[in-house]
């Protein structure tokens, strides 16, 4: 059997760098009072060993944990099927790791789990700053983090004031753009299957759609909830197609629940393109590979995710400073799906 090797540690750094444990200790936790030379030395002498400081140990001295935590009040699967997620946590990884950083995520399932993991994170120093996602009506969180001084960045629109900064995607004109040329093609019975209710950019999705249907006379009561899932939107799909007037058209608040609802439009013998059309939010790569390709509303997760881990890195600098609002813009992308004209 194979001896196994003695673990690497903060003495043997000392020796190979010829400095005490702690002038080891301190070059670690950002102290200034070390010549730039003896830093250096000791910080190459722990590259060779292969050697990092302990984060427990860190976290008591003061030295900042380089970690980013991110707390998601959904269920595990979607991290997975989702495409929010992969896209905006490989944007926001790629800036962090650019500064040695990494990120910490978290699935709660309640409002009562998600405070007690931002108060551990903090008695525990495991996190140096947050991300708030999945915005609710008043939401919390904004005064949970005043409360605890802990640094965050708010992925979506507040609302309201808040002192921490916020960026989020503007598409109101898309989705107005996408109702108004349906109307302008002749489309009178336009659905709307939505995602979660409890979220603010759900329903900031529908308000804006029910506004542009307003505004050509129409009603907006055509419209079935999804929950941003497939099986949310073969269900929704199917319930729009037994209405009395059934639509003509559908918008779906997100690219996977359309692809979910075009496989539910084809079983019931309808073509999309040919006698209802159908448009999808969120701008994923699938969306032009569909057949019919999918008309949608762009939006770049990957440069969200870059904005706000920028922001992350520039609030935990000595700067610190960023604008309070960020705002990307989305586009829409008429594709096939969307094309057909009302008889």
Not at 229 to 256: H, M, S, W
Request: charged share 25%; net charge negative.
């Amino acid at each position: 059997m194979a001896e196994r090797r003695r673990r690497v540690t903060i003495n043997d750094v000392a020796a190979l760098a010829g400095v005490s444990k702690g002038a080891v200790s301190r070059s670690f936790n950002g102290a200034s009072r070390l010549p730039e030379s003896t830093v250096k030395r000791i910080h190459d002498a722990a590259e060779q060993l292969g050697w990092r400081p302990n984060a427990a140990a860190r976290a008591i001295q003061g030295a900042p944990a380089r970690t980013i935590g991110f707390v998601v009040r959904r269920d595990p699967a979607l991290l997975g099927s989702d495409p929010f997620f992969p896209l905006f946590l490989a944007g926001v990884e790629r800036v962090l790791s650019a500064h040695a950083y990494g990120i910490t995520i978290r699935f709660v399932t309640s409002e009562e789990e998600e405070t007690r993991c931002y108060r551990d994170w903090v008695a525990e120093s495991r996190v140096d700053g947050v991300i708030v996602s999945d915005l609710r009506d008043g939401d919390p969180r904004f005064a949970l983090l005043d409360e605890l001084d802990l640094p965050g960045v708010i992925v979506g629109d507040p609302g309201r004031a808040v002192s921490q900064p916020a960026v989020y995607h503007t598409t109101d004109a898309s989705i107005r753009e996408l109702v108004d040329g349906w109307v302008q093609r002749g489309h009178t019975r336009i659905a709307h299957v939505t995602g979660d209710p409890n979220l603010r950019h759900t329903l900031r999705r529908r308000a804006i759609w029910a506004d542009a249907l307003a505004t050509h006379g129409l009603g907006s009561d055509l419209f079935e909830t999804g929950w941003f899932t497939e099986d949310g939107a073969k269900v929704a799909t199917r319930a729009l197609l037994a209405a009395a007037e059934p639509p003509t058209a559908i918008f779906y608040a997100n690219d996977i629940m359309a692809a979910a609802g075009m496989g539910v439009l084809a079983d019931a013998g309808r073509t999309v393109g040919g006698d209802i059309a159908v448009a999808g939010f969120d701008g994923i790569p699938l969306a032009q590979y569909l057949s019919p390709p999918l008309a949608t509303i762009v939006c770049d997760f990957d440069e969200l995710g870059d904005v706000v881990g920028g922001e992350l890195m520039t609030l935990l600098s000595t700067d610190g400073s960023v604008p309070p609002v960020t705002t990307l813009a989305g586009r829409f992308l008429p594709r096939a799906s969307y094309e057909l004209r009302a008889e």
